[in-house]
């Protein structure tokens, strides 16, 4: 199995990942980019809302390859299909769910933290989370702020990334990732008495979990599913042994690509009822599953569950490739195939997204970095309504107008 993998990850060399995060879809730019960014001349278009394209200097950290070219459209964009949620913080990675007939978003909270850019992302220093709700879609947004706090937790050394929440017998569970105190990133639970917190912290991480980007999926019959993983700064691909191991260990292309984990929640919700089992995605037109140099439909981060008319629907980001991509299973754990894309690059490198019904209506929470005009660890949570086709399959959105 071993000599099937790969420690250094083909062109990986060629410059530091986190560090162009905000080249997609610009970096500022105002041309989609769907691949590589390219070598910028240093002064590109920003699209502003509601605006014409306007030229500005590109902020200095991204500038080795902040301008997007996506090789197929390759056309401006003028226009953001939605606004911001909130304003006043810089906000990313918005779980959405409906609590007690009121919506909540549990968001990453961006802040500019002054480290600097590298390939691990450092520069994604969060130190905190916020809570938002709203009564219903496009209605006032509160920012019921800090829920908690790193300095509230234990175990955490750094960088709060990507939550999740879920609630269960009235109370509610916050999963966050964070860097330990030895820089491994691992998955926490913190426990309130209402959607907003504030959140307590448990001491430890949950046995048994690590890399980032936790997701929270109950199912019509009670049991609730954790979902995880991201590769790359999320480090997934230490933990291909099962335990973490301080190298990155890659699959050759031809091998099958890295998979976010699932495992069933114990009923205290803050345990894991089993060892966490691999995500299989399958290709839709041979069932093979998906390999390693299929980076435009394999999984990076940012898993979400949902389920519509008794199918399972688990969402996901495809990282360098920036789509979200969906797949289809008959069961929570998968197997899932592949069926096509949900939402295009956004402005900004990261794309992570989340789905809920709302009074009988579907919608996509995600994130660009409009607000920033494109530094790609400063961005903000918006909302877009969602579309089945009959067959089940999802209309893909697009989040700018051109
Ligand atoms: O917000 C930090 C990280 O960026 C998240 O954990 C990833 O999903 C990406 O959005």
């Given at each position: 199995m071993r000599?099937?993998?790969?420690?250094?990850?083909?062109?990986?060399?060629?410059?530091?990942?986190?560090a162009r995060r905000g080249?997609?879809?610009?970096?500022?730019?105002?041309?989609?980019?769907a691949r590589r960014p390219l070598s910028s001349p240093g002064r590109v278009a920003v699209p502003l809302a509601l605006a014409a394209l306007v030229v500005v200097p590109l902020p200095g950290s991204f500038s080795d390859g902040a301008i997007g070219m996506d090789r197929q459209r390759s056309q401006p964009v003028s226009k953001f299909l939605n606004e911001p949620l909130i304003t006043g913080i810089y906000t990313a990675d918005p779980s959405a769910h409906v609590f007690n007939r009121r919506i909540f978003v549990y968001p990453s909270h961006d802040i500019?933290?002054?480290?600097?850019?590298?390939d691990l992302g450092s520069h994604f220093a969060m130190r905190d989370y916020h809570v938002l709700s709203m009564d219903r879609i496009g209605g006032k947004v509160t920012?019921?702020?800090?829920?908690?706090?790193?300095?509230?937790?234990?175990?955490?050394?750094?960088?709060?990334?990507?939550?999740?929440?879920?609630?269960?017998?009235g109370r509610y569970y916050l999963y966050f990732p964070a860097k330990d105190k030895s820089d491994v990133f691992r998955i926490g639970v913190a426990v309130a008495g209402a959607p907003q917190g504030p959140f307590k912290a448990q001491p430890a991480p949950i046995d048994g979990t690590y890399s980032i980007d936790p997701c929270v999926f109950r199912d019509s019959d009670g049991r609730s599913y954790i979902y995880f993983g991201g590769i790359w700064g999320g480090q997934l691909q230490r933990w291909s042994t099962g335990s973490y191991v301080a190298k990155d260990v890659y699959p050759a292309d031809d091998q099958p690509a890295i998979r976010a984990r699932v495992a069933r929640l114990g009923d205290d919700m803050m345990s894991l009822?089993?060892?966490?089992?691999?995500?299989?995605?399958?290709?839709?037109?041979?069932?093979?599953p998906l390999l390693a140099r299929d980076n435009g439909r394999r999984f990076f981060e940012a898993s979400w569950l949902h389920k519509y008319n008794g199918t399972y629907y688990f969402s996901y980001s495809t990282g360098d490739t920036h789509f979200i991509m969906y797949a289809t299973g008959k069961s929570p754990y998968g197997p899932f195939t592949v069926r096509g894309r949900i939402l295009e690059?956004?402005?900004?490198?990261?794309?992570?997204?989340?789905?809920?019904?709302?009074?009988?209506?579907?919608?996509?929470?995600?994130?660009?970095?409009?607000?920033?005009?494109?530094?790609?660890?400063?961005?903000?949570?918006?909302v877009t309504e969602l579309k089945y086709r009959p067959d089940g399959s999802i209309e893909t959105v697009d989040a700018y107008r051109e």
């Open positions: 000599d099937k993998w790969t420690s250094v990850k083909p062109g990986m060399g060629l410059g530091p990942r986190f080249a997609q879809r610009g970096g500022g730019a105002a041309i989609l980019s500019d933290a002054g480290v600097k850019p590298d920012d019921h702020g800090i829920a908690l706090d790193i300095k509230d937790v234990a175990w955490a050394g750094r960088q709060m990334w990507a939550p999740d929440a879920a609630e269960k017998g009822a089993e060892s966490a089992r691999e995500v299989v995605l399958l290709d839709e037109g041979g069932g093979k690059p956004v402005l900004g490198w990261t794309n992570h997204h989340s789905i809920v019904e709302v009074q009988g209506r579907w919608y996509l929470f995600y994130h660009d970095a409009q607000l920033s005009k494109g530094q790609t660890h400063l961005r903000n949570v918006k």
